[in-house]
């Protein structure tokens, strides 16, 4: 396999694929945990309680299929997109329970410089 150069900006190095691991750390260690963003035990006890009152996926696709037929929903979704620590970040209003597959496929489309996924 031909190596490339970073496509960090100014970084050097080569890289068989993708960002060499010295800027992935960096890019990791900007983007801060999951408990810096408010994922903490709050936001565990939340989730549990949502996923335990909406066991099935929420997404429009899910929702149209009988409730025997829908999938089990593992991820709790906020609809405004500002996480646990935004003003409604524990409001049952804001939360959907999606399956991993759906939450990812919300993500990309709906954050900001998200990939624009669609099925």
């Not at 997109?81 to 709906?110: F, W, Y």
Request: proline share 12%; net charge positive.
């Amino acid at each position: 396999m031909a190596l490339q150069v970073c496509p960090t900006p100014g970084c050097p190095a080569l890289t068989p694929t993708g960002p060499c691991p010295t800027c992935r750390k960096a890019k990791a260690r900007a983007r801060g945990s999951a408990r810096s963003k408010g994922y903490d035990r709050r936001w565990e006890r939340t989730r549990a309680a949502y996923l335990d009152e909406h066991p099935l996926c929420e997404c429009e696709t899910h929702t149209a299929l009988p409730p025997l037929l829908r999938p089990l929903a593992e991820h709790v979704h906020h609809l405004d997109g500002l996480g646990p620590r935004g003003p409604r970040g524990h409001d049952p209003s804001n939360l959907q329970a999606l399956t991993q597959r759906c939450h990812a496929r919300v993500t990309a489309i709906e954050e900001p410089g998200g990939w624009n996924v669609r099925d």
